[in-house]
């Protein structure tokens, strides 16, 4: 789902933290910039540059490290399929061998191998 190198994954997350700790500068800055404002007209521009955009930061961070981590898990998903389809082939080889040493086991004792269905 997700094609990114172990680089821009790292890249992606620092990014991530820049947004959201921007975020939170963004969000305290509107704060303490409102905070001694009485009157809700002179709040609002504050409010909207501040608030909104600090959130919108937030937002932006948290999507991009759930981008991040989601790339991971996919590399680590895919690695792991890799490795059950390695033992899976290793299986089917020794189960292989076994079902020829039965056969053979049976034949030196001059009896007929039962039929595997």
């Given amino acids: 789902m997700f094609n990114l ?3 821009s994954e ?5 990014a991530a933290a820049g947004a959201v ?4 500068a963004a969000l ?7 905070r001694d404002e009485v009157y ?17 930061l937030l937002g ?5 490290v759930r981008t991040a981590e989601a790339s991971r898990l996919d590399r680590r998903l895919v690695d792991i399929e890799d490795r059950i389809e390695g ?12 079902d020829g040493a039965v056969i053979e086991a049976y034949e030196e004792e001059g009896r007929r191998a039962p039929a595997r269905g």
């Fill in 10 to 14: 790292r890249t992606l997350m620092l």
């Fill in 28 to 34: 305290i800055g509107g704060w303490i910039a409102m």
């Fill in 40 to 56: 809700a007209a002179v709040q609002l521009p504050y409010l909207l540059s501040g608030g909104i955009g600090g959130l919108f």
């Fill in 60 to 64: 932006l961070g948290v999507i991009a």
């Fill in 5 to 7: 190198t172990m680089k």
């Fill in 87 to 98: 033992l899976s082939e290793q299986v089917s080889a020794v189960l292989g061998l076994l």
């Fill in 21 to 24: 700790l921007l975020g939170i």
